[in-house]
């Protein structure tokens, strides 16, 4: 049987829900732990663009990852009495995917411009972004990334077809 980390007398969640919600260690970066998840999120996209996904598949991805990170998340936050805690990154991969699903190139002025659009939505948390921000259970921790996501996709679609 695999050891679990204590909290306090609660055990810590597995390796594979820390693996997962912290997307591979990225959130546990010492700073800025949204940047290196979002950062963490890009060779993901390669692997995605390198397989020829299309859009329905992608969005079948993007849907999976989502209510699986609601379901987990809400449930180690509620465990260890916790709301949105830095380490949960799961949901800047989920914002990254639907910022890049309106764009669909790696070519690095079009990787950049998703990255920089995602996070800068991340960050300022444009209405009703800021109000999932808010709810303390897995639901609003994930959403508030998607909103994001996808005001920035939008923004990136425009970017790059008509500027």
Do not use: C
């Given at each position: 049987?695999?050891?679990?980390k204590v909290?306090?007398?609660?055990?810590?969640?597995?390796l594979s829900?820390?693996?997962?919600?912290?997307?591979?260690?990225?959130?546990?970066?010492?700073?800025?732990?949204?940047?290196?998840?979002?950062?963490?999120?890009?060779?993901?996209?390669?692997?995605?663009?390198?397989?020829?996904?299309?859009?329905?598949?992608l969005?079948?991805?993007?849907?999976?990852l989502?209510?699986?990170?609601?379901?987990?998340t809400?449930?180690?936050q509620r465990t260890?009495?916790?709301?949105?805690?830095?380490?949960?990154?799961?949901?800047?991969?989920?914002?990254?995917?639907i910022?890049?699903?309106?764009?669909?190139?790696?070519?690095?002025?079009d990787?950049?411009?998703v990255?920089?659009?995602?996070r800068?939505?991340?960050i300022?948390k444009?209405?009703?972004a800021?109000?999932?921000?808010?709810?303390h259970?897995g639901?609003?921790?994930i959403?508030?990334?998607?909103?994001?996501?996808?005001y920035?996709g939008v923004?990136?679609?425009?970017?790059?077809?008509?500027?």
């Amino acid at each position: 049987m695999k050891e679990q980390k204590v909290v306090g007398s609660v055990p810590g969640p597995s390796l594979s829900v820390i693996l997962f919600l912290s997307w591979f260690y990225s959130g546990k970066a010492p700073k800025a732990p949204g940047t290196f998840g979002s950062l963490a999120a890009v060779p993901l996209i390669l692997l995605l663009n390198g397989l020829g996904i299309n859009i329905y598949s992608l969005l079948g991805l993007i849907v999976t990852l989502y209510v699986a990170a609601v379901i987990v998340t809400e449930q180690v936050q509620r465990t260890y009495q916790l709301h949105d805690p830095q380490w949960i990154v799961i949901d800047e991969v989920i914002g990254m995917l639907i910022t890049w699903a309106f764009v669909q190139s790696v070519a690095f002025p079009d990787l950049f411009l998703v990255f920089g659009l995602f996070r800068l939505f991340d960050i300022v948390k444009v209405w009703p972004a800021s109000y999932f921000d808010r709810l303390h259970h897995g639901f609003g921790t994930i959403t508030d990334d998607v909103v994001s996501g996808l005001y920035a996709g939008v923004i990136a679609y425009f970017v790059r077809n008509y500027l």
